[in-house]
Every structure is written in structure tokens, then in C-alpha cells.
């Protein structure tokens, strides 16, 4: 019913900076939140930043200063902007968007995950 399709992981050198992506099937604007999460093999999926509907933002600690989520509405597309990176941000980064849908309530969609390695 809806598809996020995450983009622009890859190699990166420590202290550089990437853009992830995350293409919507539908309206990111009919969401009432989205964010994004990294999951490293062997360790729990934690979340790293979060956007409601009305614009406000959360970040983890470990990546406040460093990250910034934003979404283009007009694109149906949200956003991962990370600078000074570092090694322990590897991990593979998903995309994650919540809205209420008619029976059933409050639904949550995940995309496919994108890899992000940053290494010399």
C-alpha cells in the first residue's frame, strides 16, 4: 500500500559527510511522523532522528550536531543529512513513517535499509 525506498548509503572516509534519501509512494505530508534508524548485525535497531508533521525534531545523542533530518514535501521525499562522520556510524540506516490509517489506527512502514560504511 506504501513503499519507502532509502538511497545514498555507501563507502564514506571518517569526517565526511553523506545525504541518505527516502522516496514515498504517497504524501509524506499525511504522516504524522518519520524518522530514521541504523541497525548494526548482532545489536538492537536504534533510532537516530525523528520528524513530526508539524516540524519539530529528536535526535539520538550520539549523532546531535552531527545529523539533520528534513523532508521536501513537494518530492514525497524525507531526508538524512550526516556530517563528521565516524566509524561507529556504520550500520545500515532505514526509513521509518507513521500515519493513521481509516479502521485500523495508527500504522507504521519501514523501507528496505541502505548501508552506510565509513572507513579509510
Known amino acids: 500500500q506504501v513503499q519507502l525506498v532509502e538511497s545514498g548509503g555507501g563507502l564514506v572516509q571518517p569526517g565526511g559527510s553523506q545525504r541518505l534519501s527516502c522516496a514515498a509512494s504517497g504524501s509524506i505530508a499525511s504522516f504524522i511522523d518519520a524518522g530514521w534508524y541504523r541497525q548494526v548485525p548482532g545489536k538492537q535497531r536504534e533510532l537516530v532522528a525523528t520528524i513530526t508533521r508539524g516540524g519539530s525534531t529528536n535526535y539520538a545523542d550520539s549523532v546531535k550536531g552531527r545529523f539533520t533530518i528534513s523532508r521536501d514535501n513537494a518530492k514525497n521525499t524525507l531526508y538524512l543529512q550526516m556530517n563528521s562522520l565516524k566509524s561507529e556510524d556504520t550500520a545500515v540506516y532505514y526509513c521509518?513513517?507513521?500515519?493513521?490509517?481509516?479502521?485500523?489506527?495508527?500504522?507504521?512502514?519501514w523501507g528496505q535499509g541502505t548501508q552506510v560504511t565509513v572507513s579509510s
Open positions: 521509518n513513517a507513521r500515519r493513521l490509517e481509516v479502521g485500523i489506527g495508527l500504522h507504521a512502514y
